[in-house]
Antibody, heavy 125, light 110 residues
């Protein structure tokens, strides 16, 4: 079955760089049309999409955060890594990774069918 | 400020039918399909509706989705207490080259 699990530090200091890893099983990111995405949710607030990477190593980023984000994949390890630079207390949130299934060799229409449980990251000095 | 607009709250009594709206623009809902997610308290979101009106396996047919122009709706019929959750709409935005979410609607079952 498909599972995803996020891992990374629970606490980071302002200005530091956050590195999160999504380790998944039950599918391969080398399959045509498969994608993995990151989404975050500040406490008590709405979901915010961050980035996605596809099987062909194409990457898409949130317009407002693109200068701070980098997404990458290690297909052999079934992992997707997200880095976010210059962390600020407003970046405190639960960070989720999610799978976008292949639809006819494409990630379109970009829906998230499996989610990880999320990892809470607090930014504080 | 979310790109897609949802009412912050909705409510209904058990057995009732409730609808939640999601308003966008020509670059997102107007040209792409809409997906809906349910988030129960303290849990990760769950896919509820994809491609405007498709239900993943295991989602009861009490949940249905529709789209018209630049707006979409989620309908829940035969409301149950376990439907109390936050509901989010989402779509791809061609101008932003990004997935955009609504601000979420908190559904209360009275």
């Amino acid at each position: 079955q498909v599972t995803l699990r996020e891992s990374g530090p629970a606490l980071v200091k302002p200005t530091q760089t956050l590195t999160l890893t999504c380790t998944f099983s039950g599918f391969s990111l080398s399959t045509s049309g498969m994608c993995v995405s990151w989404i975050r949710q500040p406490p008590g607030k709405a979901l915010e999409w961050l980035a996605l990477i596809d099987w062909d190593d194409d990457k898409y980023y949130s317009t407002s955060l693109k200068t701070r984000l980098t997404i990458s994949k290690d297909t052999s390890k079934n992992q997707v890594v997200l880095t976010m630079t210059n962390m600020d207390p407003v970046d405190t949130a639960t960070y989720y990774c999610a799978r976008i299934p292949s639809s006819g060799g494409s990630c379109y229409p970009y829906y998230f069918d499996y989610w990880g449980q999320g990892t809470l990251v607090t930014v504080s000095s | 400020q979310s790109v897609l607009t949802q009412p912050p709250s909705a409510s209904g009594t058990p057995g009732q039918r409730v609808t939640i709206s999601c308003s966008g623009s020509s670059s997102n809902i107007g040209s792409n399909t809409v997906n809906w997610y349910q988030q129960l308290p303290g849990t990760a979101p769950k896919l509820l509706i994809y491609s405007n009106n498709q239900r993943p396996s295991g989602v009861p047919d009490r949940f249905s989705g529709s789209k018209s122009g630049t707006s979409a709706s989620l309908a829940i019929s035969g409301l149950q207490s376990e439907d109390e959750a936050d509901y989010y709409c989402a779509a791809w935005d061609d101008s932003l080259n990004a997935v955009v979410f609504g601000g979420g609607t908190k559904l209360t079952v009275l």
